[in-house]
């Protein structure tokens, strides 16, 4: 059985960072896409960031145009766990983030593509 636990999340202000990890057991996605997802109050669930196999050691990446160059999506392989960098956090941030995963080597984007999902972490920018 597959499951996805997120951890990390928490109460930070404005412009401060917060580091999401994402741990998988049951199966390994290592060279597979997993994603960040987050839903904001009143608001659907977005795409933040997926990662991907590219080949040999590599993977590469796609991020939301509101997080680029602000978020960034990495995986630890030997401890089948993902994680989400974030800095420079800004209140609109304000989020549960989920992650998931599914059995494809392309960047996903779409949440109807993923087969796989945690139960999500709060994270709560303040201003």
């Known amino acids: 059985q597959v499951q996805l636990v997120e951890s990390g999340g928490g109460l930070v202000q404005a412009g401060g960072s917060l580091k999401l990890s994402c741990a998988a057991s049951?199966?390994?996605?290592?060279?597979?896409?997993m994603a960040w997802f987050r839903r904001a109050p009143g608001k659907e669930r977005e795409f933040v960031a997926a990662?991907?196999?590219?080949?040999?050691?590599?993977?590469?990446?796609d991020y939301a145009d509101s997080v680029k160059g602000r978020f960034t999506i990495s995986r630890d392989n030997a401890k089948n766990t993902m994680y989400l960098q974030m800095n420079s956090l800004k209140p609109e941030d304000t989020a549960v983030y989920s992650c998931?995963?599914?059995?494809?080597?392309?960047?996903?984007?779409?949440?109807?593509?993923?087969?796989?999902w945690g139960q999500g972490t709060q994270v709560t920018v303040s201003s």
């Open positions: 990662i991907t196999w590219r080949g040999g050691d590599e993977d590469y990446a």
């Open positions: 998931a995963a599914t059995y494809s080597y392309r960047l996903l984007t779409t949440e109807y593509e993923y087969d796989y």
């Open positions: 049951g199966r390994t996605f290592n060279r597979h896409t």
